[in-house]
């Protein structure tokens, strides 16, 4: 999930003030973790507190979130999710905001097969975005990660993602057709975020595609980050300078979850 964690870094100082290049310092002062890094985590944490059978995974993501959550309650929480942290009685508002989807990727790497991954994506989505766009979304990056990891082809993943979205549209046609910030749902941010994925030829040249394209640039980059790491890798001294950015309390879970996976 450092993938993720690394994108929402990377595009946090271009959320609100896009630029429309791909040249640009790639980690700065500058930059910082938000929500999208926050709910990553969580998730992370409630995978690794669930039954072996993750059969109470969606009771665990809601402890998660809202406990780790409320620990940084300006880390850039949405109006709706915010009132949904903070909730003596959490409820799913029909959001197809892309919250599913930036914070599912440690579900991605958690499962064993697509099957899982769609089954571990709904339980994290449906206690807060449960509108069919939101489901989408989670499970779509979900997939594509575990396909990734599969060593699937890039041809083989974007004929399985576009079951899910028609993915016609280019970097550069994004980048030229930008409108700014302010549309920070599935049915956008993920279509955005596989399109950079698979135009991009490393991990840094799909975060890269990302920051490029405008738009909520941390968000987007989270949910291609973490495909990104899965099939391509993160660069070890990139993965080492994400956890510098990270808070001990968030590096810890950073570090189990990894030591988790090892074990499954």
Known sequence: MIGAILGDIVGSRYEFGNILTKEFEFLHEDCAFTDDTVMTCAVAQALMDSREDFSDLSERAVEAMQRI????????????????IF?????????????????????????????????????VTRISHDH???????EATAVAIVLAR????????????????????????????WDGHGREICQISVPQ??????????Y?????????????????????GGIAEAFFGVPENYRAAALAYLDPGLREICGRFDAWLAER
């Open 69 to 84: 959550g409320r620990q940084y309650p300006d880390c850039g929480f949405g109006a709706h999710f915010y009132h949904w």
């Open 87 to 123: 909730s003596d009685e959490p409820r799913p508002y029909m959001s197809c905001g892309n919250g599913s989807a930036m914070r599912v990727s440690p579900a991605g790497f958690a499962a064993r097969d697509v099957e899982e991954a769609k089954r571990l994506s709904a339980a």
């Open 132 to 138: 069919p766009e939101g489901l989408k979304g989670a």
């Open 150 to 177: 599969q060593g699937r082809s890039k041809d083989e993943m974007r004929a399985a993602m576009k079951r899910y979205y028609p993915l016609d549209t280019t970097v550069e046609e994004y980048r030229t057709s």
């Open 193 to 202: 975020a596989l399109v950079c994925f698979f135009d991009g030829e490393s």
């Open 204 to 224: 840094e040249d799909v975060i890269r595609n990302c920051i490029s394209i405008g738009g909520d640039s941390d968000t987007i980059a989270a949910i291609a």
